[in-house]
């Protein structure tokens, strides 16, 4: 229930209760039915009760069936309205509903938009009434090749209201917008523009417009009034003295609060941050911030989460922006299309630069219609999110001539065509941004900045050959950024040799092949193994850190994400190459990243899911410390081995490694770092070695541990004849629960997928038990073992 009594304070300041914003996430009815009319679900009863965001392919994009529902739903949901004022507008604002949505008030149509990955506002005003409301919104993710990003893409294109929706109230004399630019920024002073769109449908007089800004620290530092004359105005402040700049480090953000005043009374209030930067991308060169060189330490970015896809709380969305934060990023690409309001908030306020896509991701160009749907979708990706410091480009594309999905789609005379045109629109609607496409080589000349494909060391070449890449790249490009990088990486899987594939494929080239099988790579060849991963972000990073006119790099991808374009990676259906798992925890990967770019002291000692080894008697294996410390101790056993000063010249690890001389069975690692305040950081690792190598693989053990959150995470060790971990099986395990609960499946996470392929002779999954049930059966098989069995006393 909803009523307009009360002020509501999010985003917007509320004055004398003329304008609310309230949340209306709960208690929503959902059908899953596709039927087109309202007629037509008069006689449907199978409703269920959900609260938003909401996604209907949670868990069905990452099951093991092929496929997942592209279809249309509805939603329904009751607004309670006690009065209504007829000198207000009502509306409903969606921030995401993906991918076309028909909003329904009290059986009538209200509105439609097409496009899933921004906000949009729908005019309820002429439709409610007093008492309870009835809206109905129908959501369909259907496969459309008019609107993007196409089929084709490397993502699942979930359907349903995928982000938060807001009931609004304004006067009808009204702050439509406010349009925040910097003209001159310098150290010393800054200029503020604020370009406004007042609504005003009988041409009130006397309407005053008085914006007021407040620095970091809250000061009201400058105010200005102005007579409103026509519906566009503008307020100047020029001679801003001493800016606190916003940048990466400090990113300082100013308060502006807009007022609308009639005889003398606020009517309308609206609260924007302010943040004053300036950047340039040298000519062949680095990226400066404020007048400062900044290496763009970079990352990327998918909207989703195991077990609820994009469907995701701004809590989830924070914790994403944190986590890159703690890696010490300060920039992120939003793959591939805009997301969440909470994550660009997030940027303005944690310091990370962005670079907003619009989803032109693969498909070619296309016809009129989906020529319209896109300028609309990049319309109102910049339109939407123009105010906020921390983006700096608006990305038209992402490999847009792949697959075409439309006849001659990927003519490049059209394609440029088209590009044209979006540019020179972002450029009307935005001259202070640049605009960037990725591995579109063919309109490289007509954006701003380019990203070529360099994938050394996966789908191309060798990790070595990084540093001829984006040498030959930095003369080719005048405005060169490298975005995408790196390999798949499957959690706990290590090996003593990891594949390089150095006489097996040809070093020196680094261009993603779109037909893989035509070309050797490491994505094909390789073990997959953690160790790998680490050593490639490990040379890349050593390379960008020590050039000084390069302007930065953007690893792919943050977290493993799920995609239908692979169903036979050693988790179903999900994009492994992210330095943490589909829930956001850190793989070993990370561990390098943070040792290159974080300022908070750490060490981490490669690696803790690397807990079983093997080898011969005597034969010292090299054990790397990643860290940020500036000297870092190391202990085996307790027997100092010696004190090293980090050096990022140095390959492995910046130089933090130590020759360890296992002995058979329990060996306890230590690594101790001092940080710049003389803090000590320390990490412990324990490793159970052994000399014997194992046979071939006889058996499946079976085991459980019961977790703190009721469930029992169930795991299978692939052992020999003579009860060695086969620590190198790799094979796909399949789990069931055949009694007594449930598998947590389906979450493209390493303990919460039925089937996945073993790390180094281990696989295991979460088991929700059933509270009813004694007795829990689990069976897990492939075809080696037909089929081994695990009873738990419930």
Request: glycine residues 6%; charged residues 25%.
């Amino acid at each position: 229930m909803v009523s307009f009594n009360y002020i509501f304070a999010g985003n917007i300041l509320i004055d004398n209760q003329v304008r609310t914003k309230t949340n209306i996430n709960e208690n929503w009815m959902y059908a899953e039915t596709n039927v087109n009319s309202i007629n037509d679900l008069k006689n449907y009863n199978n409703w269920i009760q959900i609260n938003l965001p909401h996604t209907w392919n949670a868990e069905d994009a990452t099951d093991l069936v092929p496929g997942y529902r592209r279809s249309a739903s509805w939603y329904k949901k009751g607004i309670e309205i006690k009065s209504i004022s007829k000198d207000q507008n009502y509306t409903l604002y969606f921030e995401g509903s993906n991918i076309t949505t028909k909003v329904f008030v009290n059986g009538k149509e209200a509105g439609i938009h097409i496009g899933g990955y921004v906000g949009f506002n729908i005019d309820i005003s002429n439709l409610i009434k007093e008492g309870n409301n009835e809206i109905l919104v129908r959501v369909d993710n259907s496969y459309n090749p008019e609107i993007i990003p196409s089929q084709q893409s490397d993502f699942f294109i979930y359907g349903g209201i995928t982000r938060d929706v807001w009931l609004l109230t304004t006067p009808k004399n009204n702050i439509a917008d406010v349009k925040i630019t910097t003209p001159k920024v310098s150290h010393k002073k800054a200029s503020l523009k604020l370009k406004t769109l007042i609504e005003s449908p009988k041409n009130v007089l006397r309407l005053t417009l008085q914006a007021i800004l407040y620095n970091p620290s809250g000061k009201k530092i400058a105010t200005k009034s102005i007579l409103i004359t026509e519906n566009d105005t503008e307020i100047n402040f020029e001679n801003i003295k001493n800016p606190e700049l916003w940048d990466t480090n400090t990113p300082n953000l100013y308060t502006v609060k807009v007022y609308l005043i009639l005889n003398k009374k606020i009517i309308d209030t609206i609260v924007e941050k302010v943040g004053f930067r300036w950047f340039e991308f040298k000519d062949n060169g680095p990226f400066y911030l404020n007048g400062k060189r900044l290496l763009l330490r970079g990352t990327h970015r998918h909207e989703e989460q195991a077990g609820v896809g994009p469907a995701m709380t701004n809590l989830q969305h924070r914790k994403d922006i944190e986590s890159i934060k703690e890696m010490g990023a300060n920039f992120v690409r939003l793959a591939h299309y805009p997301q969440d309001p909470e994550i660009y908030k997030a940027c303005d306020e944690l310091g990370i630069l962005v670079w907003d896509e619009l989803p032109w991701c693969r498909g070619g160009v296309g016809n009129d219609a989906w020529k319209t749907n896109t300028k609309n979708q990049l319309k109102e990706m910049i339109l939407q999110n123009y105010n906020h410091p921390s983006i700096i480009i608006w990305s038209l594309g992402n490999e847009m001539y792949w697959l075409p999905d439309f006849e001659d789609g990927d003519n490049p005379e059209k394609m440029n065509d088209f590009l044209t045109e979006l540019n020179n629109l972002s450029h009307k609607l935005d001259p202070s941004r640049k605009t960037a496409i990725r591995k579109y080589y063919e309109g490289a000349h007509i954006v701003d900045v380019f990203s070529p494909s360099i994938w050394s060391g996966w789908y191309s070449g060798s990790y070595k050959s990084y540093q001829k890449a984006i040498d030959t790249y930095k003369k080719e490009y005048k405005h060169f950024i490298h975005a995408e990088y790196g390999g798949s990486s499957h959690v706990g899987r290590h090996s003593e040799n990891p594949i390089t594939g150095e006489g097996l494929i040809q070093s020196e080239s680094w261009e993603e092949e779109i037909v893989q099988t035509e070309v050797a790579n490491i994505a094909q060849i390789g073990d997959w193994s953690e160790n790998y991963i680490v050593d490639l972000f490990d040379w890349h990073l050593r390379i960008s850190e020590l050039d000084p006119t390069f302007v930065g790099n953007i690893q792919w991808a943050f977290k493993d994400f799920a995609t239908p374009l692979r169903p036979e990676n050693d988790i179903p259906y999900m994009n492994q190459k992210g330095v943490a798992d589909r829930n956001g925890n850190p793989k070993d990967a990370y561990y390098v990243f943070k040792s290159y770019w974080s300022d908070q002291p750490f060490v981490y000692i490669e690696s803790h899911t690397w807990t079983e080894r093997q080898g011969p008697e005597n034969t010292p294996k090299t054990i790397s410390v990643y860290s940020n410390c500036e000297k870092v101790s190391f202990y085996h056993n307790g027997i100092f081995l010696g004190e090293k000063q980090k050096d990022i010249s140095k390959f492995p690890a910046s130089g933090l490694t130590w020759d360890v001389n296992f002995t058979s069975g329990k060996n306890e690692l230590v690594a101790i770092g001092i940080g710049n305040n003389s803090e000590k950081v320390i990490d412990t690792l324990f490793v159970n070695y052994r000399f014997s190598k194992n046979d071939v693989a006889a058996k499946l053990n079976l085991s459980y541990n019961k977790l703190e959150n009721g469930n029992y995470l169930v795991s299978a060790i692939a052992v020999d004849k003579n009860g060695l971990r086969c620590l190198d099986y790799e094979k796909k395990v399949y789990f069931q629960c055949l009694e007594g609960g449930e598998t947590l499946k389906s979450q493209g996470t390493p303990t919460g997928s039925e089937a996945i392929a073993m790390a180094n002779g281990k696989a295991s999954i979460e088991i929700i038990p059933d509270v009813k049930s004694n007795l829990i059966r689990v069976m897990v098989l492939n075809q080696s073992f037909k089929g081994s069995y695990l009873t738990i006393n419930n």
